[in-house]
C-alpha cells in the first residue's frame, strides 16, 4: 500500500486518540459491568497506541540512527501485551468475583470502604 | 485518498468505542469493540506501521475479543438486553472525561510543533525491524514481558481454578 | 576587759545552736521517751540561759564600748554572683535583751509545760517544737543581717504554726495554725519585698552596713536614691511586723492563735515571737529614720490604732485567754507607736517588761484552765485565789504591773513611752496611749475580779498547780516587779542599755513625775471603774451593754474584721478560683480538646470519601489530575496559550 | 551490540526470573507433602540473591547497558537490596499464612519473585518503556497476589478494584510517555531531560501531570490514593506488606529518576514544585487524619503508609543529594519497620482470624513479643526516637529545610506527632486490653525471626545509624553526578 | 577526691551513670515475671549505683576549673555531624544529680507495686536513663534524642498503671504524649533550622557549644523566629502558660513514680534546654522573648496558684502548684541575668526534689486510701504520723520556708528579677501568699482535724517506703542550711559555661521588645 500522500495532519491523530481515550475514560467511569470496564480500559490503551505510532510516524520518522526510528512501534507492542496480559488477569478475576458474588455489578463491590 | 480512508476508518473507531460506552448489552459492546481495533487497525496501516497493525488484529480483535465474550458468556445471568447499564453517576463521570479530553485537545491543539503533516516515511517498520530492536535495544524488556505473559497464564489459571484456604 | 568580752560573744552561737541540738536529738533519737525528751529541752535552753544572762551581763560591763562596736561574727553563707549573704552571730546591748528575755521566757514556759502538759501524748512532739522554736527564736535575735533575720522569722513563724496546730485533731486549733501562717504570709510578702529592694539597691543586707551606707549618703541623694524611695522600703519593711507583730488590719491570728496549749500563747504569742515585728523595727530603726517622716509617723499610727482597737475588743470579750490576747495586740501596739514616735528604748523596755509580765498572766490563766479542766470563760470562774494563793498572787502582779502602777514593771515602760509621745509632739498619739492604759487597767481588771475575785462556782473544784507550774510563776512575778527597776534611778531604759540608734549621744533625763501620774491615774481609774462594775457590781455590767447593744455587738464581734476577711477569702479568692479553674478547663483546655475534637471530627467525615466504589476514586483520581494540570498550566502563564481561538486562528 | 558483561550485571534479575521459574515448576511437581519446603527454599534463595546483590553494591562499577536503557548504578543497586529485604521478610513472615492455603503455594511465592523481579527492572531502568514493562509486571503480579484467596470475595473485590484503578492509572501513565515521546522523540531519561529543557509547553505540562499522576497512584499519592486502604484491607496480609513496603519504594525509585530530569527541565520550578508540596503536605495530613477513626488494623496501616509516602515525597522535593539520600535511607527503614508491623499483623490474624485492632486487646500478655515488636514498628513510623524513623525524618526534613521548604517540615513534623495518636491507640489497645480468657498466642520460627529482626534492625539503625546513611549517600551519589 | 585525678577528656563516668539503669533494665528483662522482690532489688541496685556515681561527680567536678567535665566524644553519625557527646557542667550536674535522687526515690515510691512489676520497673528505667540521657548530653541530636525516648514509657505507664479521676487515665496518658509531641516537633523544626544555619560554614555540628560559638551565622531575624520555636517545644515541657493544661491531667493520671519523675525532672528538661539551647545559642532570640516569657510566667505563678485553690483533688492541686512554681523558672530565665539563672537552676532542682516527694506522699497516700479526693480524707496524721511529716515538709518546701533549697532559689530568682522585671516580679512575689494558702489548706484538710475511723485500718509507711522521704527531705534540707554546695556549683555552671558573658553582652543589646 502506497500511502505516502497522504494529507491528514499529526494533532488529528492525536485528537483521535485523545477522544478514544476519553470515551473509555467514560466507559470505566461509567459503566456498572465490570467486563464493560475491562473494554474500555482496552479502549484507553489502543487511544494510548495511537499516540505512540503517530508521533513515530510524524515527528521522529526521521530522526537519524536506526536506533530510534521505530521507538514508538515498540512501545505500541509493549502495551499490546500488557493489555492483553491484562485482560486475560482481569477476565481471570472477573470470573472469580462472579463465583464469590454472584454478581459482574461494581456497584456492588463495595465491601471494602471506609 | 487517504484522507478518505483516515475519516472513514477513524470515525468508525471513535463511533465503535462510543458503541462500547453506550450500549445497554454487553455482547453488543464486544462486537462495537471488535470493531473499534479495527479501525485502530487501520489508521495503524496508514501511519504505515503494517506490522503493529497486523498484531492489532491478531492479539485485540482475534485473541483478547474472544475472551471478553468468553467471559460475557460465563458471567451472564438475566436480561442480556440491560446487562450493561450505567450506574449513577454516569453524568459526573461524563464531565470528568469531558474534562480530560478537553485538556487533552487543548494541549494537541495548543503545541504548534504538532500542527504538521507527514514527512515521507522512511523508517521501515517491518517486523524484522522490529524484531532487531526488541532483541537488541529493548532486550529487557522483551524479556521482561515475556516474563509477563508467563505470570499472566499462571495468574488467570490460579484465579479461574481458585484458591481455598485449608480449614 | 571588752575584749575578754568580745571573746565571750563569739560563743554566742551557741545559744540558739543548743535548743537547735535538742531539736535534732528530740527529732531523731529520744522521742519515744518522754522524759528524756524534756529534760534534754530544758537542759539545752537552761543552758542557753545561763550563757544568755553571762553575755548580758558582759554587755552591761562593756558599756559604751559595745554600743559603738557591735560583737559581730560573719561566716558566709550563700556566695553567688549577684547575691553574697553572711550568716552570724551580732552581740550588742538590744540582741543582749532579747536574748535574755527570750531564754528565760522559753526556760520558764519549758519548765511550766512539764506541769501543764502532763499526759499529753504529744509530749515529745511539744518539747521538739519547743526548743525549735527556742532556737529560732533565739537565732533571729542574733541575725546580723536582714535574710538571716528573714530565715529565722519565717521559722519561727512555722514553729507558731506547728505549736498552734499542736491539737491537731482540733479543728479550730487546725484552722487557727492556718490562719495564723497565712496571715504572717501576707506580711512577709513586704518584708521580702523591702529586702529585695535593698539589696537592689545597696547590695547588701547586712544591718551594720546598710546602716553605715545609710548614715553617711542620707545626703547624697544621688547617691542611694530619693527619699522617697527609701521610705518605700521603709514601708515594705513595715508590712513584715505588722503581720508578725499582729498589727491592725493583720491582727486576726492572733486571738485565734490562742488554740494552742497555754504555755505556748505564753511564750510565742505573748511574750517572743509577737514582738519579733518590734525587734525587727528596731533593728532597722536606721531605715526608719531615713525614710520620709511619714514612715515613722505610719508606724505611729498603725501602732496607736492597734493598741486601742484591741482594747476595746478586750473589753466585751469573755474567754480568759482571748481577752490576754486582745490585750497582748493591744501592748503591741503600744511598743510599735513607741517606736514610731522615736522612743526607741523605751519600746524596747517595755517588749521586755511586757513579755514578763504577760507570759506570768498567760502561764496564769493556763494555771486556772489547768485546775478547772479546760474551762475558758471567765464567767464560769470565781473565787479563785483563795484556792489557788500563788497563781492569784502572781496573777494579781501582773494586772498591777500592765495597768502600769508603780513599782511594778509595766509602770516604767508604759510611763517613758508615753511621755516621749508627748515630748516628740504627738499628743494625739499620746492620748490613745494614755486613753489605752486606762482601757487596759479597765479589763485586766475585770479579768481578774470576775475569775479570781468573784463568788465561787460549786461546779469547780480547782486546786493549786503543781511545783513546776508555779515556780516559773514566781519567778516570772519577780521579774514582773523588778524589771522595771532597770530604769532607776534615771528614768529611761536606754541608760540600763547605753543604746540609742544612730549612735547619738545618750542624755540622761529625769523622770517627768507630772506626766507619770496622769498615765498612774489612767491606769487606777481604770482598776477602780472595773472594781466599781464587777466586784461592787454598783454599776451593772448588763444595763451598760444594754444600753448600747449595738457598741457591745460589735466589740464582740471585733468588729467584723474576720468576717469581713472570710468574705473576702470565700467569695472573692475562691470565686476568681472558681472562675479561673472554669477558664482553665473550659476554655484552655477546651480549645485543646477542641483542637483534638476537629481533627477527629474531620477525620471522621474525611474518612466517608473512601466510599469503596471504584468509579468514584477513578472520578477523583482524573478530576484531580485536570484540576493540577488546570493549576500548573495557570500558574506557569501557559494558559492563554491553551485559548483554543487562538489556536485554531492561528493567531501566534 | 550487547554488552558481554552484561549477564553478570543482570544476574540478579536473571536469577529471579529462573527463581521464578523454577518455583512455580517445583510446585507443580513435587506432591503436596513436601511443600513445606518451599518457604525456606524460597527464603535461601532470596538471602542468596540479596547476598549477591549487596556484594554488587559495594563492589559493583556504574556502568550504563543498552545505550543507557539500563542502568546500573549503586541507586539501583540500593532498590534492589531494599526490593530483595522487603522479598524475603515476606516470605519469612508468611510462611504461616501460605500454609493454609491449600494448593498454589507455589505460585505465590513465584509471583512474589516476579514482582521483586519487575520492581528491580523499574529501579534499574534507564527509559521509559523497559520502566513501564517492570512496572506492569510487578503489578500484574500484584492484581493475582491481592486476589490469591479467591474464596474470599474481600480478597478478590480488592484484586478487581486494584486491576481496574491500576490499569487506569496505567493507562494515563502511558499517555504521559506518548506525550514525552512525542515532545523529544526518545524514551530515555537523559534525552528527555535535554529535550524537555529546551521545550516548556502545555504539552509537557500534561506529561509531566500524567506521569505523576500514573507514578503518584502507584506510591498513593493524595488525591491518587483512594485505592489504597480498600486494597490493603481485602489483600492477604503478607501481600498487603509486600504492596505496601515494596511496590511503594519502586514507585519512588522511579519518581527519583523521572523527578529529576524534570528538574532539570524547570517544570518542576515554580508552580509545579508548589504543587508537590501542596500534595505532598496534602498526603501526610489525610493519610494522617484518616488513620485516627480506623478500626481495622490493616487499614490503618494503609493510611499509614500514604502518609508515609507523604514524607518521602519531601525528600524529593528537596531537589538534592541529601533528599535523595533522605528518601533512599527512609524508605530502607520503612521496609523494617513497616514489615514488623505486618508481621505481627499477620500472625495475630492467622491466629485470631480477625484484622481489627480490638482483637490486639491483651497482646501485651498473649505474645509480649509481637506486642512490643508491633509497638517498636509503630514507633518508628510515627518517628520516635531512637527508632530508625526519627532519623530517617530527620535526613528528609532537614534537606528538605535545606531547600527553603520550612512550611512542608512544619506540616511533617506535627503530622508525624499527629500520628502517634493512632499509633498509641494500637499501643494502648495491645498494652491496656485485658485479653480475658483467651490463650496466649505462641510465635515460632521464621515469624519469631522476622520480628525480632526487624525490631532489632529498626533499633539499631535508630541507635547507629551511619552504616545505612553511607549506603544512602553513596546511592544518592550515584544517581546525581 | 580530685578531679585531676580524672582524665578531663574521655571519662567514662557518665557513660556508667547512664547504663547502670540500662542494664539492670535488661537483667529485668530476662528475669521471669513473678521473682517481683528481685525485680525490685535489681531497679534499686541500678539506680542506686547511678546516684552514688552522680554524687561522685558532683564533689569531684572541680568547681575553679568550671566547664565541662568527665567528657567524651565519639563521633556517631559524621555525615549529620552527630557526636555522641557526654560531659556536665555546673549546669547540668545539678541536674543530674536530681535525676538520680528521684529516680532512685521513685523505685521505693513503687515499692507496693504489684501489677505487672515487670513492665513497669523496666519502663521506669528506661525512663529515668531518657531523662538522664538529656542532661549530660553535650550534643542537640542525643539530646533529643533521649528527650524523645522518654515519651512513650510515659504513655504506657500512664495508661497501664495510671489512675482515673476527672479525665480518664487513657486521656490524659495521651493528652501529655501528643501534647508534647507536638511542642516537640515545633522544637524539631527549630533545632533543624538551627542546625542548618550552623553548618552555613560546610562543618555540620550538633554541638552545643559550638552552636553557641557560630553567633555570626545567625541573623537576628532567624533568632527571634528559632527561639520562638524553641520556646514553644521547651515551654509546651515546662508548662508555660497557656501551654500547661497536659500537666494537672497528666500528673493525675499518672502513677506515683511516674508523676514523681515527670514533675521532678522530666518538666525542668523544658527549662535546662531553654537555657543550653534558647540563651546560649540564641541570645538575640531570647533577649526579643523575654518579656513575652515574663509576662507568661506570672500568668502560671498567679493563675495556676489560683486554680489549685479550686482543687479537690491532692493530684490536681500539686499539678497546679507545680505549674506555678514554674512561672518562677521562667520569670527568672527572662531575666538574662547570672543571679536569676542561678535562681533559676537552683528552682529547678528545689521543686524538683520537693514534687518527688510530694507526689510520693501522695502516692502513698492513695495507695493506702483508694482516694485522694481532699474531703474524704482528713486527721491522717493519727494513722500515719511519719507519711504526715513527709507532706508537711514537703507543703513547707513548696511554699518556700527557709532553710529549704526552695526558699534561696526562690529568694534568688526575685533577687534576680526584681530590678528587671519589677513589677512582673512583685506580682511573682504576690503568688507566695496564695501558694501559703492552698499548701496549707490541703495540709490541714488532709492530715488534721479529727481522727477518722475509717481510717483506722491504714498502717504508716515504713521500711522502704521510707526511703523517698528520706532522701528528699535530707536533700531539700541540707541544700537549704548549707546552700554553697548546690548553688555554688550552678554558680560555676553559670559563670565558667560563658553564659555569664552571654548574658552580659546581650544585656547590652538595644531592641524593640514587645513591652
Known amino acids: 500500500m502506497n500511502l505516502s500522500n497522504l494529507s491528514v495532519g499529526l494533532s488529528t491523530y492525536l485528537l483521535v486518540g485523545a477522544m478514544l481515550f476519553s470515551i473509555g475514560l467514560y466507559g470505566v467511569f461509567a459503566k456498572r459491568n465490570i467486563i464493560a470496564i475491562l473494554m474500555s480500559i482496552e479502549l484507553m490503551l489502543n487511544a494510548v497506541n495511537i499516540n505512540f505510532v503517530a508521533f513515530n510516524r510524524f515527528v521522529w520518522n526521521q530522526k537519524s540512527g536506526t536506533n530510534y526510528i521505530l521507538t514508538g512501534h515498540v512501545a505500541a507492542l509493549f502495551v499490546i501485551v500488557v493489555a492483553a496480559a491484562e485482560v486475560a488477569v482481569g477476565l481471570a478475576l472477573v470470573i472469580t468475583i462472579y463465583r464469590n458474588r454472584q454478581s459482574t455489578n461494581v456497584d456492588e463491590f463495595n465491601w471494602l470502604k471506609w | 485518498m487517504g484522507t478518505v480512508v483516515f475519516f472513514i476508518f477513524a470515525i468508525m473507531a471513535i463511533a465503535a468505542a462510543w458503541g462500547v460506552v453506550t450500549s445497554k448489552n454487553i455482547v453488543h459492546s464486544a462486537l462495537y469493540l471488535v470493531l473499534c481495533f479495527s479501525g485502530v487497525a487501520v489508521l495503524y496501516v496508514l501511519m504505515n506501521a503494517d506490522f503493529l497493525a497486523a498484531v492489532q488484529l491478531l492479539i485485540y480483535t482475534g485473541a483478547v475479543a474472544i475472551m471478553i465474550v468468553f467471559a460475557v458468556m460465563l458471567t451472564l445471568r438475566g436480561d442480556i438486553s440491560v446487562s450493561n447499564t450505567e450506574n449513577r453517576h454516569w453524568g459526573w463521570g461524563a464531565l470528568v472525561a469531558a474534562l480530560v479530553f478537553i485538556i487533552m485537545a487543548l494541549v494537541i491543539l495548543a503545541n504548534p510543533d504538532w500542527r504538521i503533516l507527514a514527512t515521507p516515511w522512511t523508517s521501515g517498520g517491518s517486523a524484522e525491524d522490529l524484531s532487531l530492536l526488541l532483541l537488541t535495544r529493548f532486550m529487557i524488556p522483551f524479556e521482561a514481558a515475556a516474563v509477563l505473559l508467563t505470570v499472566a497464564l499462571v495468574g488467570a489459571v490460579v484465579l479461574a481454578k481458585g484458591v481455598k484456604e485449608s480449614k | ?652 | 551490540m550487547v554488552d558481554f558483561n552484561i549477564a553478570t550485571v543482570l544476574t540478579p534479575e536473571i536469577a529471579m526470573a529462573a527463581l521464578a521459574l523454577i518455583l512455580l515448576a517445583i510446585g507443580l511437581l513435587i506432591p503436596p507433602g513436601a511443600r513445606k519446603g518451599m518457604m525456606p527454599l524460597t527464603a535461601f534463595s532470596l538471602l542468596g540473591v540479596l547476598g549477591y546483590t549487596l556484594f554488587d553494591f559495594f563492589h559493583g562499577t556504574k556502568a550504563l547497558f543498552l545505550d543507557g536503557l539500563y542502568l546500573h548504578d549503586q541507586f539501583a543497586v540500593y532498590f534492589k537490596v531494599l526490593f530483595l529485604a522487603a522479598a524475603l521478610l515476606v516470605v519469612l513472615s508468611s510462611g504461616g499464612y501460605v500454609q493454609k492455603l491449600a494448593e498454589h503455594r507455589g505460585e505465590f511465592y513465584s509471583l512474589i519473585m516476579t514482582a521483586t523481579l519487575g520492581m528491580m527492572i523499574m529501579a534499574g531502568a534507564g527509559e521509559l518503556i523497559t520502566m513501564y514493562i517492570g512496572l506492569e509486571l510487578m503489578t500484574i503480579s500484584f492484581y493475582i497476589l491481592v486476589a490469591y484467596l479467591s474464596d474470599d470475595a474481600r480478597s478478590s473485590e480488592a484484586g478487581i478494584k486494584y486491576l481496574v484503578l491500576g490499569a487506569t492509572s496505567s493507562a494515563i501513565l502511558l499517555y504521559g510517555i506518548s506525550l514525552v515521546y512525542g515532545l523529544t522523540g526518545s524514551t530515555q531519561y537523559t534525552e528527555i531531560a535535554s529535550g524537555l529543557g529546551a521545550n516548556l509547553s502545555p504539552a509537557s505540562f500534561l506529561a509531566t501531570v500524567f506521569l505523576l499522576a500514573g507514578l503518584g497512584f502507584k506510591i498513593s499519592l493524595v488525591p491518587f490514593h483512594l485505592w489504597a486502604p480498600d486494597i490493603y484491607e481485602g489483600a492477604p496480609t503478607p501481600v498487603t506488606a509486600f504492596l505496601a513496603i515494596a511496590s511503594k519504594a519502586a514507585a519512588f525509585a522511579v519518581l527519583i529518576r523521572v523527578y529529576l530530569l524534570m528538574m532539570n527541565s524547570q517544570a518542576f520550578s515554580g508552580t509545579g514544585q508548589t504543587l508537590l508540596v501542596v500534595l505532598a503536605a496534602l498526603t501526610m495530613i489525610l493519610g494522617n487524619l484518616i488513620a485516627i477513626p480506623q478500626t481495622n488494623i490493616k487499614r490503618l496501616l494503609a493510611y499509614s503508609s500514604i502518609a508515609q509516602a507523604g514524607y518521602l515525597m519531601v525528600g524529593i522535593i528537596a531537589e538534592s543529594v541529601a533528599g535523595v539520600k533522605g528518601v533512599l535511607f527512609y524508605a530502607m527503614i520503612y521496609v523494617f519497620a513497616n514489615m514488623g508491623a505486618f508481621a505481627v499483623a499477620t500472625h495475630v490474624s492467622e491466629k485470631q482470624g480477625s484484622d481489627q485492632i480490638k482483637d490486639f486487646a491483651g497482646l501485651a500478655r498473649r505474645s509480649p513479643l509481637a506486642a512490643v515488636v508491633m509497638t517498636a514498628s509503630l514507633l518508628s513510623l510515627a518517628g520516635i526516637p531512637p527508632l530508625a524513623g526519627f532519623v530517617g525524618k530527620f535526613y528528609l526534613f532537614s534537606a528538605v529545610m535545606d531547600s527553603g521548604y520550612t512550611a512542608i517540615a512544619y506540616i511533617g513534623f506535627v503530622m508525624s506527632m499527629v500520628s502517634v495518636y493512632y499509633y498509641l491507640s494500637v499501643v494502648k489497645v495491645m498494652f491496656l486490653g485485658e485479653g480475658e480468657g483467651l490463650p496466649d498466642i505462641p510465635v515460632h520460627g521464621a515469624v519469631k525471626f522476622t520480628m525480632v529482626f526487624t525490631m532489632l534492625i529498626t533499633l539499631a539503625i535508630g541507635i547507629y545509624p551511619t552504616p545505612l546513611a553511607q549506603m544512602a549517600a553513596a546511592a544518592a551519589q550515584s544517581l546525581i553526578k | 577526691m580530685i578531679s585531676s585525678a580524672l582524665p578531663t577528656t574521655n571519662s567514662l563516668l557518665l557513660p556508667f551513670i547512664l547504663l547502670a539503669p540500662l542494664v539492670a533494665m535488661l537483667m529485668i528483662i530476662f528475669l521471669p515475671k513473678d521473682e517481683s522482690k528481685t525485680i525490685k532489688i535489681v531497679a534499686a541496685i541500678g539506680t542506686l549505683i547511678s546516684l552514688v556515681l552522680s554524687l561522685y561527680a558532683f564533689f569531684a567536678y572541680d568547681r575553679v576549673l568550671g566547664g565541662m567535665q568527665f567528657t567524651l566524644t565519639i563521633p556517631w553519625i559524621p555525615d549529620l555531624g552527630v557526636n555522641l557527646a557526654f560531659g556536665v557542667d555546673g549546669i547540668s550536674l545539678p541536674m543530674l544529680l536530681l535525676t538520680n535522687i528521684i529516680g532512685f526515690s521513685s523505685i521505693y515510691a513503687s515499692w507496693n507495686m504489684e501489677k505487672r512489676v515487670k513492665e513497669f520497673f523496666a519502663l521506669l528505667l528506661i525512663l529515668i536513663t531518657g531523662v538522664m540521657g538529656t542532661f549530660i548530653a553535650r550534643d542537640l541530636f542525643i539530646f533529643f534524642l533521649f528527650y524523645e525516648i522518654v515519651v512513650i514509657p510515659i504513655y504506657i505507664m500512664v495508661i497501664i498503671w495510671g489512675s482515673t479521676k476527672r479525665v480518664s487515665k487513657e486521656y490524659a496518658g495521651m493528652k501529655l504524649t501528643i501534647y508534647l509531641l507536638i511542642g516537640s516537633a515545633f522544637l524539631l523544626v527549630g533545632m533543624i533550622a538551627l542546625y542548618l544555619a550552623a553548618a552555613k560554614n560546610g562543618q555540620p555540628t550538633f554541638m552545643f557549644d559550638q552552636l553557641a560559638q557560630r553567633q555570626d551565622l545567625y541573623s537576628p531575624a532567624f533568632q527571634k523566629v528559632a527561639f520562638g520555636l524553641m520556646l514553644f517545644g521547651f515551654g509546651s515541657l515546662i508548662s508555660m502558660f497557656p501551654f500547661h493544661s497536659w500537666s494537672p491531667d497528666g500528673y493525675a493520671g499518672a502513677p506515683t513514680a511516674v508523676s514523681m519523675i515527670h514533675a521532678g525532672v522530666l518538666k525542668k528538661i523544658g527549662g535546662y534546654g531553654l537555657i543550653r539551647l534558647g540563651i546560649f545559642v540564641l541570645p538575640l532570640g531570647a533577649r526579643y522573648w523575654a518579656p513575652i516569657i515574663a509576662f507568661l510566667a506570672i500568668c502560671n505563678v498567679l493563675y495556676a496558684a489560683f486554680i489549685a485553690l479550686a482543687q479537690k483533688d491532692l493530684k490536681y492541686v500539686v499539678g497546679y502548684s507545680s505549674v506555678s512554681h514554674m512561672g518562677y523558672v521562667l520569670i527568672a530565665l527572662a531575666a538574662l541575668n547570672p543571679t536569676a539563672m542561678t535562681g533559676a537552676i537552683a528552682m529547678m532542682f528545689a521543686h524538683g526534689v520537693m514534687s518527688a516527694l510530694i507526689f510520693s506522699m501522695i502516692g502513698f497516700i492513695y495507695e493506702k486510701t483508694h482516694t485522694r479526693n481532699i474531703p474524704d480524707l482528713g486527721g491522717l496524721a493519727h494513722q500515719m504520723p511519719r507519711l504526715a511529716i513527709g507532706l508537711m515538709l514537703a507543703g513547707m518546701a513548696s511554699l518556700g520556708l527557709p532553710s529549704t533549697i526552695n526558699f534561696i532559689s526562690e529568694f534568688t530568682i526575685f533577687m534576680g528579677t526584681i530590678h528587671v522585671y519589677p513589677v512582673l516580679a512583685m506580682l511573682g512575689i504576690f503568688g507566695i501568699i496564695f501558694t501559703a494558702v492552698y499548701i496549707l489548706r490541703m495540709i490541714a484538710n488532709v492530715l488534721f482535724g479529727p481522727r477518722r475511723p475509717e481510717w483506722d485500718h491504714l498502717v504508716d509507711i515504713r521500711g522502704p517506703e521510707l526511703v523517698p522521704l528520706v532522701i528528699c527531705v535530707f536533700v531539700i534540707f541540707i541544700t537549704g542550711i548549707f546552700p554553697n554546695i548546690l548553688l555554688g556549683m550552678i554558680n560555676s555552671g553559670v559563670y565558667s559555661s560563658g553564659l555569664a558573658k552571654v548574658l552580659e553582652t546581650v544585656s547590652q543589646v538595644k531592641m524593640g521588645g514587645l513591652f
Request: hydrophobic share 55%; glycine share 8%.
Open chain 3, 1 to 652: 576587759m571588752f575584749k575578754e568580752m568580745h571573746d565571750l560573744f563569739r560563743w554566742a552561737w551557741l545559744i540558739p545552736a543548743l535548743p537547735f541540738l535538742s531539736f535534732l536529738l528530740i527529732a531523731f533519737v529520744t522521742k519515744r521517751s518522754k522524759g528524756l525528751s524534756s529534760t534534754v529541752s530544758i537542759l539545752a535552753i537552761l543552758a542557753s540561759l545561763g550563757l544568755a544572762i553571762a553575755i548580758a551581763i558582759g554587755i552591761i560591763q562593756s558599756g559604751a564600748e559595745i554600743v559603738e562596736h557591735a560583737a559581730i561574727v560573719n561566716v558566709n553563707w550563700l556566695n553567688i554572683g549577684g547575691l553574697k549573704i553572711d550568716f552570724g552571730t551580732v552581740v550588742d546591748p538590744l540582741s543582749g535583751m532579747m536574748l535574755f528575755v527570750v531564754s528565760l521566757v522559753a526556760s520558764m514556759v519549758q519548765i511550766y509545760s512539764l506541769g501543764y502538759m502532763h499526759g499529753d501524748k504529744g509530749w515529745s512532739r511539744y518539747y521538739c517544737y519547743q526548743s525549735l522554736f527556742a532556737a529560732s527564736m533565739l537565732g533571729m535575735v542574733l541575725a546580723t543581717n536582714l535574710l538571716q533575720l528573714f530565715i529565722f522569722w519565717e521559722l519561727v513563724g512555722l514553729c507558731s504554726y506547728l505549736l498552734i496546730g499542736f491539737w491537731y485533731f482540733k479543728v479550730s486549733a487546725r484552722e487557727a495554725a492556718k490562719k495564723a501562717f497565712m496571715t504572717t504570709r501576707v506580711g512577709d510578702f513586704g518584708l521580702l519585698l523591702g529586702m529585695l529592694f535593698l539589696y537592689t539597691k545597696f547590695g547588701t543586707l547586712d544591718f551594720a552596713t546598710l546602716a553605715a551606707i545609710l548614715n553617711t549618703n542620707i545626703q547624697n541623694v544621688a547617691v542611694i536614691g530619693t527619699a522617697s524611695y527609701v521610705t518605700v522600703m521603709a514601708f515594705l519593711v513595715f508590712m513584715g511586723p505588722v503581720g508578725k507583730s499582729g498589727q491592725f488590719p493583720l491582727h486576726v491570728w492572733l486571738p485565734d492563735a490562742m488554740e494552742g496549749p497555754t504555755p505556748v500563747s505564753a511564750l510565742i504569742h505573748a511574750a517572743t515571737m509577737v514582738v519579733a515585728g518590734v525587734y525587727l523595727v528596731a533593728r532597722m530603726y536606721f531605715l526608719f529614720v531615713h525614710a520620709s517622716p511619714s514612715a515613722l509617723q505610719f508606724v505611729a499610727d498603725i501602732g496607736a490604732f492597734t493598741a486601742i482597737f484591741a482594747a476595746s475588743i478586750a473589753i466585751a470579750q469573755d474567754d480568759i485567754k482571748r481577752i490576754l490576747a486582745y490585750s497582748t495586740l493591744s501592748q503591741l501596739g503600744y511598743m510599735m507607736f513607741a517606736l514610731g514616735v522615736g522612743s526607741y528604748s523605751g519600746s524596747m523596755f517595755h517588749l521586755m517588761t511586757h513579755a514578763f509580765f504577760k507570759a506570768l498572766m498567760f502561764l496564769g490563766a493556763g494555771s486556772v484552765i489547768h485546775a478547772l479542766h479546760e474551762k475558758q470563760n471567765i464567767w464560769d470562774m470565781g473565787g479563785l485565789w483563795k484556792k489557788m494563793p500563788i497563781t492569784g498572787w502572781t496573777f494579781f502582779i501582773g494586772v498591777m504591773a500592765i495597768s502600769g502602777v508603780p513599782p511594778f514593771a509595766g509602770f516604767f515602760s508604759k510611763d517613758e513611752i508615753l511621755a516621749t509621745a508627748l515630748q516628740n509632739g504627738h499628743p494625739v498619739v499620746y492620748a490613745v496611749g494614755l486613753f489605752t492604759a486606762f482601757l487596759t487597767a479597765f479589763y485586766m481588771s475585770r479579768l481578774f475580779f470576775v475569775a479570781f475575785c468573784g463568788p465561787e462556782k460549786p461546779e469547780n473544784h480547782p486546786h493549786e498547780s503543781p511545783w513546776s507550774m508555779t515556780i516559773p510563776l514566781i519567778i516570772l512575778a519577780f521579774f514582773s516587779v523588778v524589771g522595771g527597776w532597770a530604769a532607776l534611778p534615771d528614768h529611761n531604759f536606754a541608760f540600763f542599755l547605753h543604746y540609742l540608734p544612730l549612735g547619738q549621744e545618750y542624755e540622761r533625763e529625769a523622770i517627768n513625775w507630772g506626766l507619770a501620774g496622769i498615765s498612774v491615774i489612767a491606769g487606777l481609774l481604770g482598776i477602780g471603774l472595773a472594781y466599781i462594775i464587777y466586784l461592787k457590781k454598783a454599776i451593772a455590767a448588763e444595763s451598760i451593754v444594754a444600753r448600747f447593744p449595738r457598741v457591745y455587738k460589735v466589740l464582740q464581734n471585733k468588729y467584723y474584721v474576720d468576717e469581713f476577711y472570710l468574705w473576702i477569702i470565700n467569695n472573692i479568692m475562691g470565686g476568681v478560683a472558681k472562675v479561673l479553674y472554669w477558664f482553665d478547663i473550659y476554655v484552655i483546655d477546651g480549645i485543646i480538646n477542641g483542637i483534638a475534637f476537629i481533627t477527629r471530627g474531620s477525620a471522621k467525615t474525611l474518612r466517608r470519601t473512601s466510599t469503596g466504589q471504584l468509579q468514584t476514586y477513578a472520578m477523583v483520581f482524573f478530576f484531580a489530575v485536570v484540576i493540577i494540570f488546570m493549576v500548573f498550566a495557570f500558574g506557569e502563564g501557559q494558559l492563554t496559550s491553551l485559548n483554543p481561538l487562538a489556536t485554531l486562528g492561528g493567531v501566534k
